[in-house]
C-alpha cells in the first residue's frame, strides 16, 4: 500500500528507540518549538527541517515576489530554507530539485516550470519520504505530489473574461450583462501550454465569453478560437507581441480595420500585446482607441498602465496569501499531519486526485487600485505613480 504524505514524513524521524513528536508553531507563536528527532536521533529545533523551494523564474516580478514571500515566511515560522530559481529552464529545475533531495530537504514547496515533467524527481523525494507541495501550478502525471495550493483558477478566467466584458460596455460592475447590442470584435490569448493553470484560465474565460459569440455580440477577427491556436509558450511577452503583430497584419490591415478588446491571461503578455497594439497606431489610450485588454498578476508595470488608462485591468492574486497557504501546509506536515483541503475534487493530475487549497482573487480596474492594492499595502503609491517596484 502507498504510504501518505503524513506517513512518509513520519518515517524520516523514526529512532531506533521510536518517534519523537515535532511541535512547530506558526509565525508568531511561542519560541522554543521542538521538531522530530533527524536522522541521527535527538530532537531538533525547526531551523533543522529544511524546505526546498523551487520557483519556475525570475524574469517575472511574479515569481520573484511569490519566492521571497514564502522564504519569508517559512523563516519566519523557525524554518532553513533552500530556495531555487530556475529560469524557466526544466532541466534546471529537474536538477534543483535532484539536489535538493540529495541535500537532505525535509519538505519541497515547487512552483514548476513544465507540470509533466518532474515525475522521476518526485519518485526520488518520495522515497526519501519527502511530502510535496505544489505551489500554484500543479504538477501532473505522478502520484508523489501531496498537496496543491493555489487560486481558483477557473474563476481566474472567468474575471478575466468579465473584466474584458466591462471594458466592452457588455457588463456592468456586478458582472450582470448590460444588454448592448452593438458588435465588436476581439482576439484571444492564452498562456503556457505545459503550464496545468492555462486550460482553467482558458476555460472560465470561454465559457464567460460564450453567450456573447454566440449572440453574435462578440466575433474573434482572426477566427482563431481553440487554446492550441492562442497559446504562449512560457508566458513570453515577446512571443505574444509577435502574434499579435501578425494578427494585425492579417486581419487588421495593419492597423486600420476595428479591434475592440484582446484577452490576455497575464500581465507580462498584456504588455507586448498593447506595445504591439501601439506600435499599429491604435492609440495612447483608451478613450482614444486602444482596445481594452485584460490581464492577470497586478505587476507593477502593469497597475500603472491600468492607472494611466492603458491597460483595461488585471487579476490580482495576493501572493502572500499563498504564501501563507504554503507554509501552513508544510507546518502541518511537519507536525505529522495532513493540510487542510477545501477542495477534494477538482485537480485530478491524471493520476490522483491531489487535495487542494484554493484562494479567491480580484479584478483591479482603476477605480479601485487604492482599495485593492495601495491600501492593503502590496504596492504604494508612489510604485503604482511610477510604474517600478522600490
Known amino acids: 500500500m502507498k504510504r501518505t504524505a503524513r506517513t512518509r514524513l ?27 528527532a533527524g536522522d541521527g ?42 530556495l531555487q530559481y530556475a529560469n524557466d529552464d526544466i532541466p534546471t529545475q529537474q536538477q534543483q ?5 540529495t ?54 478566467g472567468v474575471q478575466q473574461a468579465t473584466s474584458l466584458l466591462q471594458g466592452l460596455g457588455y457588463m456592468d460592475a456586478e458582472g450582470k450583462d448590460t444588454g448592448l447590442k452593438d458588435k465588436k470584435i476581439i482576439e ?23 453567450p456573447f459569440l454566440e449572440d453574435g455580440r462578440l466575433t474573434v477577427g482572426s477566427g482563431q478560437t481553440s487554446m492550441d491556436q492562442v497559446a504562449t509558450l512560457r508566458w513570453d511577452g515577446a512571443t505574444a507581441q509577435k502574434r499579435m503583430e501578425d494578427l494585425l497584419t492579417s486581419t487588421y490591415g495593419g492597423g486600420s480595420k476595428p479591434l475592440h478588446g484582446v484577452l490576455a491571461p497575464y500581465d507580462g503578455i498584456s504588455r507586448g500585446i498593447i506595445t504591439a497594439l501601439q506600435n499599429a497606431g491604435y492609440g495612447e489610450n483608451i478613450e482614444a482607441g ?22 483595461f485591468a488585471t487579476i490580482f492574486k495576493d501572493t502572500r496569501k499563498l504564501a501563507t497557504e504554503a507554509v501552513k501546509a508544510a507546518e502541518a506536515y511537519a507536525e505529522g499531519g495532513e493540510p487542510e483541503a477545501n ?37 504604494t503609491a508612489e510604485e503604482v505613480a511610477a510604474g517600478v517596484a522600490e
Do not use: H
Open 103 to 156: 541535500k537532505g530537504a525535509d519538505i519541497l514547496i515547487i512552483a514548476s516550470i513544465d507540470g509533466t515533467a518532474l515525475a522521476s524527481q518526485l519518485e526520488a523525494a518520495a522515497a526519501k519520504g519527502i511530502p510535496v507541495i505544489a505551489y500554484d501550478r500543479l504538477i501532473n502525471g505522478t502520484e508523489n505530489v501531496d498537496f496543491y495550493v493555489t487560486f481558483d483558477n477557473y474563476e481566474v
Open 290 to 311: 486602444l482596445p481594452i485588454v485584460s490581464g492577470q498578476d497586478a505587476e507593477i508595470a502593469s497597475v500603472k498602465l491600468i492607472n494611466d488608462g492603458v491597460q
Open 10 to 36: 513520519g518515517l524520516k524521524f523514526i529512532t531506533t528507540t521510536g518517534a519523537i513528536a515535532l511541535a512547530v508553531g506558526l509565525a508568531g507563536c511561542a519560541s522554543g518549538s521542538t521538531a522530530p
Open 343 to 379: 477542495d477534494t475534487e477538482t485537480y485530478d493530475n491524471g493520476v490522483k486526485v491531489v487535495p487542494s487549497y484554493l484562494l479567491e482573487s480580484d479584478i483591479v480596474v482603476a477605480d479601485n487600485i487604492q482599495s485593492l492594492l495601495i491600501d492593503s499595502e502590496y504596492w
Open 188 to 210: 484571444l490569448f492564452a498562456g503556457s501550454p505545459d503550464d496545468n493553470n492555462t486550460a482553467f484560465f482558458f476555460n472560465g474565460a470561454m465559457d464567460t465569453l460564450k
Open 41 to 82: 536521533g535527538s530532537g531538533e529545533a525547526a531551523d533543522d527541517l529544511t524546505v526546498g523551494v523551487a520557483m519556475p523564474t525570475e524574469t517575472s516580478e511574479r515569481w520573484i515576489n511569490d519566492g521571497q514571500a514564502v522564504k519569508s515566511q517559512l523563516e519566519e515560522a523557525g524554518y532553513g530554507v533552500d
Open 97 to 101: 530539485i535532484e539536489q535538493m533531495v
